[in-house]
């Protein structure tokens, strides 16, 4: 099979996969809602990387699906503790953090940490926003992810990607 055909294929074979998956997803829906959140994340950072590096259309789409669905297993693993001590690092950095500068968490019942770090801050229709990297270790799997948070009216932050 020549190269641009197998290209071509990668990301329809992935989207039937994805979509053989469904039954799953809405159980884990139900059962597991933060692995739902941690696909849908990992969906935009897969998709949001490639678009940014200037991939195809095609690996912008397989690259959705495979940070899905690495998302999706991240958060299923996380338990409410992990998640509080997580949003807790996220609120500090997003808050108080400069630019390069980390806040971590642990939970030494789950032995999960990791750590949020503020990349870069602007204003964007009167709204202060940071970017950041979440780096999350899982089972002692590190994982990193890129997203933007945005401080809102009543001055909670709200991850926009």
């Not at 991240?74 to 980390?102: P, V, W």
């Not at 968490?105 to 204003?123: A, I």
């Amino acid at each position: 099979m020549p190269r641009k055909a197998m290209l071509r294929l990668v990301p329809i074979v992935l989207l039937a996969f994805a979509v053989c998956s469904c039954t799953a997803m809405q159980q884990t829906y139900g059962e597991n809602p933060k692995a739902v959140l941690g696909s849908l994340l990992g969906a935009g950072a897969g998709a949001g990387i490639a678009a940014a590096a200037g991939a195809s259309p095609a690996w912008i789409v397989g690259s959705a699906l495979m940070g899905g669905l690495v998302g999706g297993y991240i958060g299923h693993r996380l338990d409410d503790r992990d998640k509080q001590l997580a949003a807790q690092a996220a609120t500090q950095a997003f808050e108080h953090n400069a630019a390069g500068q980390a806040s971590v968490w642990n939970n030494p019942d789950s032995g999960n940490h990791g750590s949020v770090t503020p990349t870069r801050t602007y204003q964007q229709n009167g709204q202060y926003c940071r970017e950041y990297k979440q780096s999350i270790v899982v089972g002692g799997e590190p994982q990193t992810a890129y997203g933007t948070a945005c401080r809102q009216a009543d001055g909670t932050w709200s991850i926009q990607s």
